[in-house]
């Protein structure tokens, strides 16, 4: 591939800002082709990023322009529709987490993708946050030894509804919205999952789904972990959007804790570490640090496309952190130990 990537994105809703700024920056892609079924949305961001080329309608975009990737930033309901239309003009294809709301939806969208011969990645983006990578880079060094225990955790009060008021619409929510990447964080970490049990409930009573949620996890190689989140959690300082993780080796321990500081332990001694993640130009706290994941994931999708190796969270790869949300829920319907893999 010679020249830079050419992109349309559908979508020019709340995040989508955030792809944009990230598109702007990236090496060797950009967008030059945008899609909103709200024209004044499109109007709006259209201006705003200066890209001329609009469409109400995937289908007509997809139609009419050459694209070398489209980035679906849409909410689930679409998801299905769009990546398989986008399979069909055999076009690559980035779609934003949640990937669907059902497994069969996810297994049909990797399957479209798969019989088209095109690319696939889900936009989970939070085990790209900086600090994330910098516990994995220390497990991966063998400091800590084996690992046999973890948690990953998100406990907040911080009001996501203003931004994105449909969360507070959904059946389902902190699991889907928020403990996706948490459970997405504990499979980076930890590996694959085994077995799940979770229990959730709802505090605030403006919303329909549930707002707190805590799975106990089985992963292979007998490592537990917890992954537990919350969006009702008052606390002195207010920690939204950042993941906590602790990790316990059999020869010492990582702890991420509050203010991006990371602590390890050995018999030997321990060290803190500061890993603040860069407030990009365009970013603003206390988003930065989703911000730089969303800017990191992007290059890796490009540069994944030039080399033509599998993304890290590939469509294929995305249905094992979709198969714990599922898990997940229903165990906490049911009481039961769910093997993901059953589902
Ligand atoms: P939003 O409702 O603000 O924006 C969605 C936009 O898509 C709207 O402007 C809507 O008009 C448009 N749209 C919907 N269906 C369409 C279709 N078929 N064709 C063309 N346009 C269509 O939603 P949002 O808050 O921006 O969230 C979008 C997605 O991003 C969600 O899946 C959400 O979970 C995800 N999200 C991810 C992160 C992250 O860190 N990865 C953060 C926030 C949101
Ligand atoms: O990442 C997300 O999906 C967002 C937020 C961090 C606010 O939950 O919805």
Redesign the pocket.
């Given at each position: 591939m010679s020249g830079d990537l050419q992109g349309g994105l559908i979508g020019c809703g709340f995040f989508a800002l955030n792809q944009l700024h990230g598109w702007r920056d990236a090496r060797g892609a950009g967008i030059v082709a945008l899609c909103d079924r709200d024209p004044e949305r499109l109007r709006l961001v259209g201006d705003q990023f200066g890209i001329a080329r609009r469409y109400t309608d995937a289908a007509a975009m997809l139609a009419a322009e050459r694209l070398d990737f489209v980035d679906i930033a849409t909410t689930v309901p679409s998801h299905r529709a769009l990546v398989e239309l986008a399979a069909r003009h055999r076009v690559p294809v980035i779609c934003q987490?949640p990937f669907a709301a059902t497994m069969d939806d996810a297994r049909a969208m990797v399957a479209a993708c798969d019989a088209a011969g095109v690319a696939l990645m889900v936009h989970e983006n939070f085990r790209w946050q900086s600090a994330i990578r910098a516990v994995k880079a220390v497990i991966d060094t063998g400091e800590i030894g084996p690992v046999f225990w973890g948690r990953v955790s998100f406990r907040s009060a911080y009001d996501?509804f203003s931004g994105?008021p449909y969360?507070a619409e959904g059946e389902r929510f902190i699991l889907e919205?928020?403990g996706i990447?948490a459970l997405d964080i504990a499979r980076s970490l930890f590996g694959d999952a085994t077995s799940v049990v979770a229990r959730t409930r709802r505090v605030n009573p403006a919303i329909r789904g549930e707002d707190v949620a805590t799975v106990l996890l089985g992963h292979a190689g007998d490592v537990t972990s917890v992954v537990d989140c919350s969006y009702a959690t008052v606390q002195a300082v207010e920690p939204f959007?950042e993941t906590l993780i602790e990790v316990d080796g059999a020869s010492g321990s990582i702890r991420l804790g509050q203010g991006y500081r990371m602590v390890v332990a050995t018999r030997a001694g321990s060290r803190a570490v500061e890993v603040s993640p860069p407030v990009l130009p365009w970013a603003s706290r206390p988003w930065h640090n989703?911000q730089e994941s969303v800017a990191l994931i992007q290059q890796h999708w490009v540069d994944r496309l030039r080399d033509g190796a599998a993304a890290e969270t590939s469509g294929a790869d995305n249905l094992k952190t979709l198969a714990l949300v599922e898990a997940a829920y229903r165990s906490a319907a049911t009481g039961a130990v769910i093997d993901p893999a059953s589902l």
């Open positions: 987490k996501v994105q969360l919205d928020l990447h959007p989703i």
